[in-house]
């Protein structure tokens, strides 16, 4: 069977358009905090999906590492859980006192899209992350 020129084509253009797909997805996604050890993946209620890390990085490394690496990607430091307007996750997930960052798409000017929520949790010997991707609000 041969193909003909214009099915060559198309073929061409189909498998550049899924490429060029891939790619842009690949860029907006959460960077994988380096040495991390994934410990769940789940999605909660549709809402939002929760991705458990263990890392032997420190707090400020954790917060360093994805302050410095998620704008590059399409996501800006909106804040806290306790700024007015940030959050797309339920804010007694954590407790007032804690602190989780909180990023939103650069291009988010009615604060209702997509978040990345970085929850950063201190322990003895290794430093446990929850990575919160939520949906976007109605």
Same mark, same amino acid.
């Given at each position: ?18 490429? /060029? ?13 380096? /040495?991390?050890? !994934?410990?769940?993946? @789940?999605?909660? =209620? =549709?809402? @939002? ?12 490394? !954790?917060? @360093? ?6 704008? /590059?990607? =399409? ?9 007015? =307007? ?19 798409? @650069? ?5 209702? /899209? ?25």
């Amino acid at each position: 069977m041969r193909l003909q020129v214009r099915e060559v084509v198309g073929l061409a253009l189909l498998l550049a358009a899924m490429g /060029g797909f891939w790619l842009w997805q690949q860029q907006q996604a959460v960077p994988q905090l380096p /040495g991390a050890t !994934v410990v769940e993946d @789940a999605i909660n =209620g =549709g809402m @939002a999906r929760a991705i458990t890390l263990q890392s032997s990085m420190s707090e400020e490394e !954790v917060r @360093a590492f994805y302050r410095s690496n998620l704008p /590059g990607r =399409g996501w800006v430091y909106c804040g806290t859980q306790a700024t007015p =307007g940030c959050t797309n996750v339920f804010m007694a997930l954590a407790g007032e006192d804690v602190e989780i960052d909180v990023y939103r798409r @650069a291009d988010d000017t009615t604060r209702t /899209g997509r978040t990345v929520e970085v929850w950063v949790q201190p322990q003895e010997s290794r430093t446990r992350v929850v990575i919160y991707e939520s949906s976007e609000q109605p």
